[in-house]
């Protein structure tokens, strides 16, 4: 009742959530799921985590929201925080994934203003997600989008993913950067190549161009490690941030170093870069990712999850086992239908693609938990299609 009023733009279960506590959503009938995807890689410490209800409600009852003409203290030591634990030296805040991007490739084409001849063009990846407004759909390599919202923003090059020879053929003199994810999520969890990342380094280097990391998916310990570009062993000249900074609250960031430090004023901005309750969110979960062990649990998680997947193998036709920490995709298929029947189960997990589950945990998940998923799963996968 009342669903009507909201716009369709995506087929929904017609369960509706009223409450979420660590691992666990319900609904208002009272039916409790075992949530595999977190809000999307967001909720990265579970639902309603303790500190994050505290951090928000002190925070409300003292700034809510400043305005973004003056500094704030959160805003200050979060970005702080940030600097210290990256290798980058500049912070911009704003709300949502596809808002850093845009702040990304904005500030690579004033780079490209200044210090290349207005080279503008971006090299960007098929397979490649980046968000949903104009410019950062544009940069997306999705093959579905391709026709959409005809005329595209300009200037973005779509390779192939980890094709290093492809990279070279597609810059010219107007190419100013490449951006990736260094784990493609959406597209099906796929990992770059660390020979294809150094490749990418070089050639940023011979050819004067910047090298974006989107880690709106793989940072904030995600994948094991605080940034995935640890994975690496290469210093991106951006990054941004989104999803799990927020473990819930709609905040995101661009990173860079201090030599991008060229935006004058007026050329971005928004209302809501570094609001205070955001800011305190974010230092919190940054300082709980930190101090309690999580990248540890992520890690062990992963080396769990990957053996009682590979255990399944032997009974049910799963193929390509992949990803890096909770950021863990395997082919079978009826993935659609198998996460469906997962959801009447109680078990929430995506199906990224018509032959490919992506499991995307909370990264607090423990081993009952883990236990619990393949509780369910196991009798499901094997109902239908059991070796
Ligand atoms: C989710 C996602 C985005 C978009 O983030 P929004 O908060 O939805 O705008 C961008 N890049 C990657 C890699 C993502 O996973």
């Not at 704030?72 to 709300?95: E, R, W």
């Not at 200044?114 to 098929?126: C, D, G, R, V």
């Not at 193998?313 to 659609?336: E, Y």
């Amino acid at each position: 009742m009342g669903k009507e009023a909201l716009l369709f733009t995506v087929k929904r279960p017609d369960a509706v959530m009223v409450k979420g506590d660590g691992m666990y959503l319900w609904d208002t009938t009272g039916k409790q799921y075992l949530d595999f995807i977190g809000g999307w890689a967001v909720n990265a410490l579970g639902h309603s985590p303790k500190v994050l209800s505290e951090a928000i409600s002190d925070q409300a009852k003292t700034l809510l929201n400043a305005s973004p003409a003056y500094y704030n203290q959160p805003m200050i030591d979060f970005a702080t925080a940030l600097t210290q634990y990256s290798c980058f030296d500049k912070v911009f805040f704003g709300s949502s994934g596809a808002e850093a991007n845009e702040g990304a490739i904005k500030l690579a084409r004033k780079y490209g203003a200044k210090f290349k001849q207005n080279a503008f063009e971006i090299i960007t990846f098929e397979k490649s997600f980046h968000g949903r407004t104009l410019a950062t759909m544009s940069a997306t390599g999705k093959a579905q989008w391709k026709s959409l919202y005809e005329p595209k923003v300009p200037g973005f090059i779509h390779c192939p993913f980890n094709d290093l020879e492809a990279v070279k053929r597609a810059i010219t003199p107007n190419t100013v950067a490449i951006m990736l994810e260094p784990v493609q999520g959406e597209g099906g969890v796929f990992s770059a190549d660390p020979s294809f990342v150094q490749g990418l380094k070089n050639l940023c280097k011979e050819h004067q161009l910047l090298l974006i990391f989107d880690e709106v998916q793989t940072g904030f310990g995600r994948t094991g490690t605080l940034f995935c570009y640890e994975h690496y062993n290469v210093k991106p000249d951006i990054m941004t941030l989104g999803k799990g900074i927020g473990g819930g609250f709609p905040l995101s960031a661009m990173l860079c170093t201090k030599e991008l430090d060229i935006f004058e004023p007026g050329d971005q901005g928004g209302t809501y870069m570094g609001q205070p309750l955001a800011m305190r969110v974010g230092l919190t979960v940054l300082n709980t990712i930190l101090n309690e062990g999580v990248l540890d649990n992520v890690n062990r998680q992963h080396d769990l999850i990957v053996r009682l997947l590979t255990e399944l193998q032997s009974v049910a036709p799963i193929t390509n086992i992949r990803g890096k920490g909770l950021l863990i995709g395997f082919d079978i298929d009826g993935a659609q239908d198998i996460a469906a029947a997962c959801f009447e189960k109680g078990l929430i997990i995506n199906a990224c693609s018509p032959t490919t589950i992506r499991i995307i945990p909370p990264l607090i998940v423990s081993d009952d938990d883990i236990h619990a998923l393949f509780g369910i799963l196991k009798p499901i996968i094997t109902a239908r299609t059991g070796l």
